[in-house]
C-alpha cells in the first residue's frame, strides 16, 4: 500500500513559465515533508522542506505548499529553467524515532523545453 | 565540504555471492540511512545508524545487515545475492535531528548476473 503518491509520471512545460509537481500521502502522522531533484548518474539532491507547522516555504524560484486536511503537498517552479529537466521525488517523514526513515513517491520527470 | 561519498560506484556481482558497499558522511553528520532504488520507483529505506546503534530499518531480509563506525562511516552488507537485489543503492546523511533534511550520495549500482 503506497502511502506517498505522485499521481504524474510525466510533466512538461515550456520555459519560463510555472511548473507544478504534486504529491499525496495517507498518513496523518507524517510532519516533515521534502522535495528532491535527481539527475541520471547522480543521487537525489535536496530542494526544499517543510514542516507541518507551516503551509508554505520558499527559497528562490522553488515554493512547496502543505495542505494538510487534504494530505496534499506541491511544489511550485518560477521560472521554470530547462535546467530544472530532472526526475523530482516528494519524500515524508514521521516524528519521533522514525524521522530517519524517508518514505517516497515514484517521482514525477519534469522537462522544461526551451 | 565534501559530500556524502559511497564506493565503489558500481559492483557486478553473481547470485549467491555477498557483496559490502561504503559510505561516508557529510563532515559532522552521525546519522546515516541506506536506501535501494529500483528502476521507475522511489528510494526505499533500509537502515538508519545513529551513533553507532541501529534506529530504524525498512522491510527487508535478513540478508540485508549494516553497521556504523565510531567515525560515523557506514556500511551496507547484503548476502546471498539475488537477481532482485539489482539496484541503485543510495546513502544519506543527516545531523541526527529531527525535521533536518538527509543528503545522499550518488549511489553504487548493483547488477547481480
Known amino acids: 500500500d503506497q502511502q506517498v503518491k505522485q499521481n504524474s509520471p510525466s510533466l512538461s512545460v515550456q520555459e519560463g513559465r510555472i511548473s507544478i509537481l504534486n504529491c499525496d500521502y495517507t498518513?496523518?502522522?507524517?510532519?516533515?515533508f521534502l522535495w528532491y531533484k535527481k539527475y541520471p548518474a547522480e543521487g537525489p539532491t535536496f530542494l526544499i522542506s517543510?514542516?507541518?507547522?507551516?503551509d508554505k516555504n520558499e527559497d528562490g524560484r522553488f515554493t512547496v505548499f502543505l495542505n494538510k486536511s487534504a494530505k496534499h503537498l506541491s511544489l511550485h517552479i518560477v521560472p521554470s529553467q530547462p535546467g530544472d529537466s530532472a526526475v523530482y521525488f516528494c519524500?515524508?517523514?514521521?516524528?519521533?524515532?522514525?524521522?530517519?526513515?524517508?518514505?517516497f513517491g515514484q517521482g514525477t520527470i519534469l522537462t522544461v523545453h526551451p | 565540504d565534501a559530500g556524502v561519498t559511497q564506493s565503489p560506484t558500481h559492483l557486478i556481482k553473481t547470485r549467491g555471492q555477498h557483496v559490502t558497499l561504503r559510505c561516508s558522511p557529510i563532515?559532522?553528520?552521525?546519522?546515516v540511512s541506506w536506501y535501494q532504488q529500483v528502476l521507475g520507483q522511489g528510494p526505499q529505506f533500509i537502515f538508519q545508524?545513529?551513533?553507532?546503534?541501529?534506529?530504524g530499518r525498512g522491510n527487508f531480509p535478513d540478508r540485508f545487515s549494516a553497521r556504523q563506525f565510531p567515525n560515523y562511516s557506514s556500511e551496507l552488507n547484503v548476502n546471498a545475492l539475488l537477481l532482485g537485489d539489482s539496484a541503485l543503492y543510495l546513502c544519506?546523511?543527516?545531523?541526527?535531528?529531527?525535521?533536518?533534511?538527509?543528503?545522499f550520495g550518488d549511489g553504487t549500482r548493483l547488477s547481480i548476473l
Open positions: 544519506a546523511s543527516s545531523d541526527g535531528t529531527a525535521n533536518q533534511p538527509q543528503h
Open positions: 517543510i514542516s507541518s507547522i507551516k
Open positions: 563532515s559532522g553528520h552521525k546519522s
Open positions: 519524500a515524508v517523514s514521521a516524528g519521533g524515532t522514525s524521522y530517519g526513515k524517508l518514505t
Open positions: 498518513n496523518s502522522m507524517f510532519d516533515y
Open positions: 545508524y545513529y551513533e553507532k546503534e541501529e534506529r
